[in-house]
C-alpha cells in the first residue's frame, strides 16, 4: 500500500511539472535554432561603399577586414557547380554549342539592411530557342562557384553595371585560368575586385554588331 502511495504521489508530480519541462525544451529548441540561424545568415557577404553605377566599391576598412570566415560563404543555388573544374566543364559544353555571350554584368546582393554586399558576376548568352540564360559566377573565400539557368541571376539584387559583348566561353575560361591560382583575400581580391577585372576585360560590344568582338 505505501508503494501504491508513493507511485501515485510520483505520476501526480510528474504530470505537474511536465508543461514546465515542455516549455523550458521548447525554449531551449528556439535558442539553438536562433542561433544557427544567425550562422547561416551571416554567409555570402562583402563590405560596400558604393562609388557610383559604373564602378566597383572602394576597399573595406580595417574594421570590415577582420570579418569572421563563416560570413564569406557564398554557395550558388539552382543548377550549379562548385570549383574551377566544373566550371571550364560547363564552358566547355557551351563552346561546343558554338554559344556567345551577349552580354556581362555585376550584381549585387544586399544584406543587414543594405550595409553589406555580395558582388556577383554574369554572364548573358541565349539558347536556340531563344531564352536568355544567365550563366552566374560567384568568387568568395570557399572558392569559385557558379549557376547556369533562365532565372533571375539576383532576384533581390541590383545590376551594378552591363554592357554588350561578344565573348566565347572559350575566352571566359581562358581569362579565368589566368587568375585560378590567385586565392581569396578579403582586402585585395574579394568578389568585387573579382567581377570588375572580368568586366573591365570584356571589351564592350555595340548592340546588333561586332565591334569590339573577341574569342568568338
Known amino acids: 500500500a505505501t508503494h501504491s ?7 501526480s508530480a510528474g504530470s505537474h511539472f511536465e508543461p514546465f519541462l515542455a516549455a523550458a525544451s521548447e ?3 528556439i535558442v539553438i535554432s536562433a542561433s544557427l540561424g544567425s550562422v547561416t545568415s551571416s554567409s555570402c557577404m562583402e563590405s560596400s561603399h558604393s562609388t557610383g553605377s559604373t564602378s566597383v566599391e572602394s576597399t573595406p576598412t580595417a574594421s570590415e577586414a577582420v ?9 550558388s543555388c539552382g543548377k550549379s557547380g562548385h ?3 566544373m566550371l571550364y ?3 566547355e559544353e557551351l563552346a561546343s554549342e558554338s554559344r556567345v555571350f551577349a552580354h556581362i554584368a555585376v550584381w549585387t546582393q544586399a544584406f543587414f539592411g543594405r550595409t553589406v554586399d ?3 558576376l554574369v554572364y548573358e548568352y541565349f539558347e536556340r530557342s531563344r531564352c536568355l540564360m544567365s550563366l552566374k559566377i560567384d568568387w568568395c573565400r570557399d572558392g569559385v562557384s557558379f549557376s547556369d539557368s533562365s532565372e533571375d541571376p539576383c532576384p533581390t539584387g541590383d545590376v551594378v553595371m552591363r554592357k554588350c559583348c561578344r565573348l566565347s566561353p572559350a575566352e571566359v575560361r581562358r581569362q579565368i585560368a589566368g587568375v585560378e591560382e590567385r586565392p581569396y583575400d578579403l582586402i585585395r581580391w574579394n568578389c ?3 567581377c570588375q ?8 560590344a555595340f548592340a546588333g554588331g561586332r565591334h569590339g568582338s573577341f574569342g568568338a
Open 5 to 11: 502511495k508513493i507511485a501515485e504521489a510520483s505520476e
Open 67 to 75: 570579418m569572421p570566415a563563416s560570413s564569406e560563404s557564398c554557395p
Open 83 to 85: 570549383g574551377h573544374d
Open 197 to 204: 577585372h572580368f568586366f573591365d576585360q570584356t571589351p564592350e
Open 192 to 194: 568585387r575586385h573579382f
Open 27 to 29: 525554449t531551449a529548441t
Open 89 to 91: 566543364r560547363r564552358l
Open 118 to 120: 555580395h558582388h556577383t
